[in-house]
């Protein structure tokens, strides 16, 4: 029961999300030595009213701090689209075995119940117990994926219908593209993987980092097409690392 899976997310939308971490962060200097903080600050190099490397420090917080604050917050902020503890699916795409990929999008919740009800439907057609898994395939998929599913599902209260394994053992119970690629703790990505075995990688001008921007502007679609076309990519690249549907000597 092959399932190839992709999640595109956002960062956290909880209220306030943003302003609680500048709050909370603790605003750093540039890690610069004394002639480049004087630089930095367009002051001249005789300029006698800073003696120490941390009074220019100083100084430069009192320029730059409240700036430096939004702009390093946004930062950490960003960055809990990889958190599945804060982050929030905006799409999944999935295919079974090797038919037409599907898209779920809209308000999270509703994304994770359409997604549990199609994975659901597909074992009872294949009439497979519940307790036996789907074999999930993805790039990047155990340590992201399925991990970032799980948790989203736990908050938002949906129940798999299917068995969920968060941690899924490669070859085992998932099939991890960049691992079968790189091994455990190593990585390549999608882009690269594809390109090695010759085919055709990820959508022109769309990666992960527009997700979000794209997101805001209200291209849903464009944020669903580019996740089906990682669901074509991944699968072709299962495809090859398997051998599936290949004449070999």
């Not at 899976?5 to 939308?13: G, K, R």
């Not at 690629?181 to 990585?187: I, L, Y």
């Amino acid at each position: 029961m092959n399932i190839t899976m992709d999640l595109e997310t956002i960062p956290d939308q909880t209220p306030g999300a943003l302003e609680k971490i500048m709050e909370a962060i603790t605003v750093k200097s540039p890690d610069l030595t004394k002639p480049k903080l004087i630089d930095a600050l367009g002051l001249c190099q005789k300029n006698d009213k800073f003696k120490t490397v941390a009074e220019l420090k100083e100084f430069w917080l009192e320029l730059h701090g409240e700036q430096a604050r939004e702009e390093q917050a946004t930062e950490q902020w960003l960055k809990t689209s990889f958190d599945g503890t804060k982050g929030q699916i905006c799409c999944i795409g999935a295919a079974y075995e090797d038919n037409e990929p599907v898209s779920f999008v809209g308000a999270e919740i509703d994304i994770l119940k359409q997604f549990n009800e199609w994975v659901h439907s597909i074992s009872a057609v294949r009439a497979v117990e519940s307790a036996i898994p789907p074999n999930f395939i993805g790039h990047n998929l155990i340590k992201f994926d399925l991990p970032f599913l799980h948790k989203r599902m736990v908050i938002n209260g949906v129940k798999p219908k299917f068995k969920l394994i968060p941690h899924a053992r490669h070859g085992l119970t998932a099939f991890d593209t960049m691992i079968e690629w790189c091994g455990f703790g190593n990585g390549i990505s999608m882009d690269n993987l594809a390109d090695a075995l010759g085919l055709k990688g990820k959508t022109e001008g769309m990666d992960g980092s527009q997700v979000w921007p794209e997101y805001q502007k209200g291209n849903i679609d464009k944020i669903a097409s580019y996740c089906i076309d990682d669901i074509i990519c991944t699968r072709n690249i299962y495809n090859k690392l398997t051998f599936k549907g290949e004449n070999h000597e």
